[in-house]
């Protein structure tokens, strides 16, 4: 298993974007707004929307710790406007 980095792009505002396609499990997870990008970026599970999940405005960054491992796949991120960047870098079991 690769090492959890990568960027995940919400090509159409609206549209939630899962974060990685195949497992990860991860004790813990930052997501970066790009500086870039036109507006906020939203991280959640898989009922995330624009504008409803964890806001993270471009250049902020939001970091997560568990106390068990957790799949990567769990999280989706969206956007408030098309083509913004998240980065996101997960520390590997």
Known sequence: MGLPIGTVTVATAGTRVQVVASGNAVSAVSFRARASN??????????????????????????????????????????ANNGDKVDYAGVAA
């Open 38 to 79: 036109a507006g906020a970026i939203y991280v959640g599970d898989d009922t995330v929307a624009a504008g409803d999940g964890y806001e993270i405005s471009p250049g902020d960054e939001l970091t997560v710790r568990f106390r068990d491992l957790i799949d990567l796949r769990r999280f989706y991120v969206d956007a």
